[in-house]
């Protein structure tokens, strides 16, 4: 199963992004494709205080705007949300400690953390951090855009 991160989401719900269209149409078609796929839970916490806040846009996204956003992303009927549960807290420790992990990357080791605790083989995103978590396969579906 693949889980896409918070960069890839911001991508495509903002028209402004350079990669919008890239974005918006990878998860278009990661929808219609049938196969499973998931968002980590963090990840939309990530995303949508990212697009609200008015320093990164001119016109930044209301709570109704990510609200909607992130219930169409839910009406997929092959997409999974996934929480925390028992276990990922130690996953991210024992990912944080070879990562080195400071700051930020504590974000970073948790999504991973969660991902491979729910047996998700790839990560889609831009975010070059996770290769320090060597354990989960990152693709960036941008790179061909």
């Known amino acids: ?9 911001v991508y495509a719900h903002r028209p402004e992004c350079p990669l919008h269209e890239a974005a918006f149409r990878c998860l278009e078609d990661l929808a219609a494709s049938g196969r499973r796929w998931s968002i980590p839970f ?5 995303f949508a205080a990212i697009v609200t806040t008015p320093r990164i846009w ?16 839910r009406e ?21 400690g070879p ?8 974000y970073d080791a948790r999504i991973a953390a969660v991902c491979l605790h729910r047996g998700i083989n790839e990560l889609w995103t831009i975010d070059r ?9 990152i693709r960036n579906p941008l790179t061909s855009a």
């Not at 199963?1 to 989401?9: E, F, G, P, R, S």
């Not at 963090?42 to 990530?46: A, D, R, T, Y």
């Not at 001119?58 to 992303?73: E, F, I, K, L, Y």
């Open 76 to 96: 997929c009927s092959t997409l999974t949300i996934l929480a925390d549960e028992n276990g990922v807290w130690e996953l991210c420790a024992d990912l944080a």
């Open 58 to 73: 001119q016109h930044p996204s209301t709570v109704d705007d990510v609200r909607n956003q992130v219930q169409a992303w």
């Open 42 to 46: 963090h990840c939309l916490i990530e």
């Open 129 to 137: 951090d996770y290769t320090r978590f060597p354990r989960l396969r």
């Open 99 to 106: 990562a080195a992990a400071s700051g930020g990357l504590w």
């Open 1 to 9: 199963m693949i889980a896409v991160d918070t960069n890839i989401l």
